[in-house]
């Protein structure tokens, strides 16, 4: 490992133990039959075990788009054109993109990262430019990237992880945009978890049945042809990785060594989620997975995790709004946790006092 | 049918086919690609024909809750006592319920209604008396109601969905508090269905293995000793419902003749929008599925209603609570729908413009 990725030996922070204990007794109280309220009881629980206490909040939201070029895209392996992303880039800003409506939505600070798009992007200063490339390398020949440009992908991610503590952000969204991405999430999922493309590979934007075959073909070509030179988590992502979805893994990662939560969008979010937890396993501590997305290998990767994701609305965009749509679920949870009466200050009966019912208070 | 049931008669109100199409294309225009927000899209189209516009909106909500006790809890068929429906009634009203800190949450309208508690309830003004019975008779031995009774149970749901228009509401949930109910959702199912009970009994608050077996035993015995006299839907209420499942009954169609949308809770509301639909079958296009509960079964009831529900989140609560849960889902997708930028408005190539990218603008 190079210097300039040290930071990654740093301890993922592990969870408050006493919290967890004191919230699991809190929520045994509450004014429901046991288990009432399924997954928004562990969900409370957890929470409060990462934050450290009995009772969490959740009000400080950051969500973090990451976007990238992907010169696989020479291949004709998507719907939409290449310029599509530094489109979206400027969509994001302007708040026309499904993410921003969201974000307006969940009152949550939206941050859009050019990490290595492949045209100009306007003036906007609300862009934050931390652009590595313009557009990585056509993995079909060569390496997408750099050894160094990965250690500045990864960092990229780190410094956005370390701006979201200093905002006291209570929880992370990454999301990312870049024409192309499914391509080189499938590539990695595949060589990460040794499943056949064809298992994994979709449609993304909108490929029609030619189109995914001939995706899948050019992915397999790929992966076969980088074989021994892809045999860690590392130099795969630098094969097969945009820039974009290496940012995530270095955000994933320092999230969890510094106890933010990850609510981990779709199917390249969780492509990444599995790379930062390959390199670092104990951060999967600290990730949510937010729904299920349509893309055929999102749960096969989801199935590698161990993950049950909250929500299953058929959604397929990226940008991090299937993670977005999962926020209000974790934030009722939480005002359940922390608001409803238990049975002793409500003057209910509970279970065991079947024969000797509580007056009303 | 008496004459207090002639409100039954009245149309169901059809969907607006010019806003429903109007949104469509304005969905279509939208920057992502087509059909990548999944089942948002559709929610957010189905809403805009239901409220006769192109862009719906969600401010009002009104959830209202039913209390009413079971006769069939002499049989021992439920983990919980009988006072624990009044005591639970004050804990809605006090604000320490899940129900209570949802509707909080959402800024709803909470209404708790005593369709039939068999205990004194508070003198609060907070819970609307319309209280019809004591708690049902044991259907085991006899119907749970009478003809009158439930005539005046459905009216009671017809006045609370007219409140809600009143109120001008744009969502109406209906919730249902009454130990013993599953017992009685779990006969109204099976006799509608012609299901097996075995299929359909669940632990419903927390019944053991044993206890599961003796609740199907005692509505089997209940279904086969009243089979001739349950010929309709009508009387398979009278002979088998609480009177707060009759209320919503009514609600539901009440709010489908006058156009207001329905979000339907968990097994024992959906067990309701089963028998809405059964008198009166166009009931069904304003009803829109919460939640899969994990009351075994509730998944052949949405079954039958070949009715897909938002959100799998293992709740079986009751209350409205998985409705609630909801909410938020509904109101991202409207949210999408009103305020993205279109792929004109953003300067966003479109799948079909792949080869004249359109300049930023």
């Not at 978890?193 to 049945?209: E, Y």
């Not at 630098?238 to 939560?261: D, H, K, N, W």
């Not at 981990?264 to 979010?269: E, N, R, S």
């Not at 299937?322 to 409803?340: E, P, Q, T, Y």
Request: proline share 3%; with cysteine.
């Amino acid at each position: 490992m190079n210097e300039k990725l040290n930071w990654l030996n740093d301890a993922v922070k592990s969870w408050n133990q006493e919290s967890l204990q004191a919230a699991q007794a809190h929520q045994a109280q509450l004014t429901k039959p046991p288990g009432a309220l399924g997954l928004l009881e562990d969900l409370a629980v957890n929470f409060a075990a990462m934050q450290g206490v009995m009772k969490p909040e959740l009000d400080n939201i950051n969500i973090c788009i990451f976007a990238g070029d992907h010169g696989i895209t020479e291949e004709n392996i998507s719907a939409f054109p290449q310029a599509v992303t530094a489109q979206m880039v400027e969509n994001f800003v302007h708040g026309g993109a499904a993410i921003s409506v969201l974000a307006e939505q969940l009152n949550a600070r939206l941050v859009v990262v050019d990490v290595g798009v492949n045209a100009e992007t306007s003036s906007s200063t609300k862009v934050v430019n931390k652009r590595i490339v313009a557009g990585t390398k056509n993995f079909s020949h060569q390496a997408a990237m750099s050894e160094t440009e990965l250690s500045s992908a990864l960092k990229v991610g780190y410094e956005l992880a370390e701006q979201t503590i200093n905002n006291n952000g209570q929880l992370f969204i990454g999301g990312e945009m870049g024409i192309g991405n499914t391509s080189s999430a499938t590539a990695l999922a595949a060589a990460e978890l040794g499943l056949p493309v064809a298992q994994l590979v979709g449609p993304g934007t909108g490929l029609d049945v030619e189109g995914v075959t001939h995706k899948c073909q050019v992915i397999e070509h790929a992966l076969k042809k980088h074989r021994a030179e892809t045999r860690s988590s590392l130099t795969r992502l630098q094969y097969f990785a945009g820039v974009e979805i290496v940012a995530l893994v270095g955000a994933y990662i320092r999230c969890a060594q510094t106890g933010i939560p990850v609510l981990i969008d779709g199917f390249i979010a969780t492509v990444a989620a599995l790379y930062a937890r390959s390199i670092k396993p104990q951060t999967a501590n600290w990730f949510i997975y937010a729904h299920q997305s349509q893309e055929p290998g999102h749960q096969h990767v989801l199935s590698a995790l161990k993950a049950q994701p909250l929500l299953d609305l058929g959604m397929r965009l990226g940008e991090g709004s299937g993670a977005a749509m999962a926020v209000s679920i974790i934030k009722h949870a939480i005002a359940l946790h922390n608001n409803m009466a238990t049975f002793e200050q409500a003057g209910v009966a509970k279970q065991a006092d079947k024969n000797t019912v509580l007056e009303i208070t």
